[in-house]
T-cell receptor, first 114, second 113 residues
Framework: IAGITQAPTSQILAAGRRMTLRCTQDMRHNAMYWYRQDLGLGLRLIHY???????GKGEVPDGYSVSRANTDDFPLTLASAVPSQTSVYFCASSASDRAPNEQFFGPGTRLTVL | GDSVTQMEGPVTLSEEAFLTINCTYTATGYPSLFWYVQYPGEGLQLLLKATKADDKGSNKGFEATYRKETTSFHLEKGSVQVSDSAVYFC????????????FGKGTRLHILP
């Protein structure tokens, strides 16, 4: 593989269920990010990790958690999904968390919470 | 706080028309500026960037100039193609805000054959 992969591609989930979105990169990038994309709102940062073992909260972290056990993987977990979490989720990575911080994006996961 | 404002879409043009998508920003520091493009069903990919005032980023016939005096980074292309149909995002990375990227809301571009 080359770049960033995300799984699943899409998912329909009942409210209250737990869900983990997977993200893997093979570029040995230090920094990784999770965004959600909603119509009319652009991309909003959920959580980020500047390096393996560290994580931080973005603009809209509530209801989501992340972990960064190693360089390559950065899963996003919804502990108890709600309909407002219906969105397209993008994982991204960058070699460094410092400017100019060019980010590379995965293909996205379309999540529908009913 | 930091923000990016770009023109509302959708923008519809005929093939070979001239394109301008306006983008202005506010930032506490001295940001780097980017244009990302999202083709249907895909993630975002970097189109071009500029890291200091008066820099011109260019790629695939698109270009944008970092204008510090007007806090702008407008995207232009002289002759668009149907394959340019996509959503375009202006973005900044501000060292004064821990270098996190802030995206505009995106502008959808439709090119008619």
């Amino acid at each position: 593989i080359a770049g960033i992969t995300q799984a699943p591609t899409s998912q329909i989930l009942a409210a209250g269920r737990r869900m983990t979105l997977r993200c893997t990169q093979d570029m040995r990038h230090n920094a990784m990010y999770w965004y959600r994309q909603d119509l009319g709102l652009g991309l909003r940062l959920i959580h980020y990790s500047n390096t393996a073992g560290t994580t931080g909260k973005g603009e809209v972290p509530d209801g989501y958690s992340v972990s960064r056990a190693n360089t390559d993987d950065f899963p996003l977990t919804l502990a108890s999904a709600v309909p407002s979490q219906t969105s397209v989720y993008f994982c991204a990575s960058s070699a460094s968390d410092r400017a100019p911080n060019e980010q590379f994006f995965g293909p996205g996961t379309r999540l529908t919470v009913l | 706080g930091d923000s990016v404002t770009q023109m509302e879409g959708p923008v519809t043009l005929s093939e070979e028309a001239f394109l301008t998508i306006n983008c202005t920003y506010t930032a506490t520091g001295y940001p780097s500026l980017f244009w990302y493009v999202q083709y249907p069903g895909e993630g975002l990919q970097l189109l071009l960037k500029a890291t200091k005032a008066d820099d011109k980023g260019s790629n695939k016939g698109f270009e944008a100039t970092y204008r510090k005096e007007t806090t702008s980074f407008h995207l232009e292309k002289g002759s668009v193609q149907v394959s340019d149909s996509a959503v375009y995002f202006c973005a900044l990375s501000d060292p004064g805000r821990d270098d996190k990227i802030i995206f505009g809301k995106g502008t959808r571009l439709h090119i008619l054959p």
